[in-house]
């Protein structure tokens, strides 16, 4: 009754020894090339080149993606400046076009009749007195008119 149970068992059983044996086999096979062999060596060299390659890839994406943040930051804080410089420079433009009008209408008011359009342009005159008082006889007097 339970021989034919029995001998299936004992045929796995062989069969599992004889695979553990021939796994060994091939395990000790493949730890000496790895170790002892040119190729093992050569395969440990190019691993060791890919995992270097593979750092110095993460390393620059990294640099790459800190890099353009800062550009990115940059740029958006130039943008920021060139608008309150066009500000700044529209609200002289403004300032001067009115004080433009204010000395033309000064120089309206004052003469009576219009004065010709032309650009603000300041006119120097000499000054006649000197700048420290003269003392009797020591310059010539100037005379207004």
């Known amino acids: 009754m339970f021989g034919d149970l029995t001998r299936r068992v004992q045929g796995s059983f062989d069969k599992q020894e004889k695979l553990m044996y021939e796994i060994q086999s091939a395990n000790k096979k493949f730890i000496g090339e790895r170790t002892g062999s040119s190729t093992g060596a050569e395969r440990e ?3 060791k080149m890919l995992v270097q390659a593979s750092d110095a890839y993460a390393e620059l994406k990294a640099n790459l993606e800190e890099g353009t943040k800062f550009y990115r930051d940059l740029k958006r ?13 529209t609200a002289r ?12 209408l000064n120089n309206f008011s004052l ?9 603000f342009q300041p006119q120097y005159q000499p000054t ?5 008082p003269p003392s009797p006889g ?6 207004q008119q």
Not at 128 to 132: E, G, H, I, V
């Open 45 to 47: 060299r190019v691993l």
């Open 77 to 89: 804080n130039i943008d920021r400046l060139r608008q309150k410089v066009g500000d700044f420079e």
């Open 93 to 104: 433009q403004k300032e001067k076009e009115d004080l433009m009008e204010q000395l033309q």
């Open 111 to 119: 003469s009576g009749q219009p004065q010709p359009q032309k650009m």
């Open 128 to 132: 006649l007195a000197a700048p420290f």
């Open 138 to 143: 020591s310059f010539p007097s100037y005379q």
